[in-house]
């Protein structure tokens, strides 16, 4: 039995990762029940999976950050303290990381056997492009979109899934957090033309 992989991803409605300008981290949404909410996903034993880029912006973050930042959340805290797997060909350990490890070579290839080996779920916050090629090679069993309710057409970074390739998505759970943040969990399949789903 194969390990279940979750690509799990904070978006704006308009599908971007992150934005400039005045926008604080969560686009300034996040009430308790969200920080409650990320706390109890990652309460559980899994294997964090991250390519180097995101990987390089969280270890940064939280070397410039103080105790007191929105960047030491609980739940970002506990992220950390859980093995991980950082996926690159470019970086060498030991990483500032507690207990990662460099898995050097193509993504689809580390995590395809990550999948094989790991006796724990794998879950990737953020890796963008990484999770993109996993999709699209059919190791994502779930995508997990934490979805704030507001548009950054004029600030938005990291369109999340521009260049993907096209799936279909089954909707296999939802909740509201706070109100006004929706969190949408698909198991993604690749679309085929012409095929119906």
Do not use: C
């Not at 609980?74 to 207990?99: K, N």
């Not at 070579?105 to 006796?119: H, N």
């Not at 004029?154 to 521009?162: A, H, K, N, S, Y």
């Not at 909740?175 to 690749?190: K, M, N, S």
Request: negative net charge.
């Amino acid at each position: 039995m194969t390990a279940t992989y979750t690509f799990d991803v904070f978006s704006s409605l308009d599908g971007f990762g992150a934005a400039t300008g005045d926008w604080t981290g969560y686009w300034g949404k996040q009430g308790p029940e969200l920080l409650d909410h990320r706390l109890a996903l990652y309460d559980d034993e899994q294997r964090m999976v991250f390519g180097a880029t995101t990987y390089r912006a969280f270890a940064e973050m939280l070397a410039t950050s103080t105790e007191d930042s929105e960047v030491r959340d609980p739940w970002v805290t506990r992220m950390r303290s859980l093995p991980a797997t950082v996926v690159s060909t470019t970086l060498e350990g030991p990483l500032d990381w507690p207990d990662a490890t460099v898995a050097s070579g193509d993504a689809v290839d580390v995590v395809a056997r990550l999948k094989e080996e790991s006796e724990v779920p794998l879950r990737s916050h953020g890796s963008l492009s990484m999770n993109r090629a996993l999709m699209a090679a059919g190791l994502v069993d779930r995508v997990q979109v934490t979805l704030f309710p507001v548009i950054t057409g004029q600030t938005g970074l990291d369109p999340i899934f521009r260049g993907a390739a096209d799936f279909d998505l089954e909707l296999i759970g939802s909740r509201t957090l706070d109100g006004h943040i929706q969190e949408l969990i698909y198991r993604p399949t690749l679309h085929v033309p012409g095929r119906s789903t």
